[in-house]
């Protein structure tokens, strides 16, 4: 059974700082790894979705790596603005026989301080 | 072009009693996807639907059933809701392969009393 791991769970930084958040994952038999933002009380946004053949997206201010091999992927935030505080959602999709869904894990909450 | 749509925002229903959520994907998407987020946790897979046939389900009791209409819209029922069923649910809606990116809806927030 896939499991999907964020660390921290939270992380608490000045404006300007650049940071990392990081999701590990236990079984590296994925197609994909997709990144969401999601603010309180509200649904997902995507950020980046990273192939299973691609070691990195970036998108902005915003990069994400993938080593499946490890099972790790990291997001890298630079500059980081108060705006930018939100929870932040890693995901693996695995493809069945004949479906796909999304491992989530629990999320790193972020809070960026002026 | 709309994003995903829900609705209702928000339902408050009490213990026993059945409800019946919607899910509008983005135009062109023919899979459909719910979601259960429990508060705190991150969002667990429920069902998976394309082309108007179940193609995932995810560990739920079979108090959960869901559809597919020809226009791609999809409805998560839930009967006889515990207290436990309170959560944000959220569809989301991809083209189909598990290449595509998934888009997620809003969400519906349930508090059951």
């Known amino acids: 059974k896939q499991e999907v791991t964020q660390i921290p769970a939270a992380l608490s930084v000045p404006e300007g700082e650049n940071l990392v958040l990081n999701c590990s994952f236990t079984?590296?038999?994925?197609?994909?790894l997709q990144w969401f933002r999601q603010d309180p009380g509200k649904g997902l946004t995507s950020l980046l979705l990273i192939q299973s053949s691609q070691r990195e997206q970036t998108s902005g201010r915003l990069n994400a790596s993938l080593d499946k091999s490890s099972g790790r992927s990291t997001l890298y935030i630079a500059a980081s603005q108060p705006g930018d505080s939100a929870t932040y959602l890693c995901?693996?999709?695995?493809?069945?026989?004949?479906?796909?869904?999304?491992?989530f894990g629990e999320g790193t909450q972020l809070t960026v301080n002026p | 072009d709309a994003g995903v749509t829900q609705s209702p925002t928000h339902l408050i229903k009490t213990r026993g009693q059945h409800v019946t959520l919607r899910c509008s994907p983005i135009?062109?998407?023919?899979?459909v996807s719910w979601y259960q987020q429990v508060l705190g946790q991150g969002p667990q897979f429920i069902f998976q639907?394309?082309?108007?046939?179940?193609?995932g389900r995810g560990n739920f009791p079979d108090r959960f059933s869901a559809r597919q209409f020809p226009n791609y819209s999809s409805e998560l029922n839930v009967n006889a809701l515990l207290l436990g069923d309170s959560a944000l649910y959220l569809c989301a809606s991809s083209y189909w392969t598990a290449t595509d990116t998934q888009y997620f809806g809003p969400g519906t927030r349930l508090t059951v009393l």
């Open positions: 079984d590296s038999a994925i197609y994909n």
């Open positions: 995901a693996v999709i695995e493809a069945e026989t004949s479906g796909s869904r999304l491992t």
């Open positions: 135009s062109g998407h023919k899979s």
């Open positions: 639907y394309y082309e108007k046939e179940e193609r």
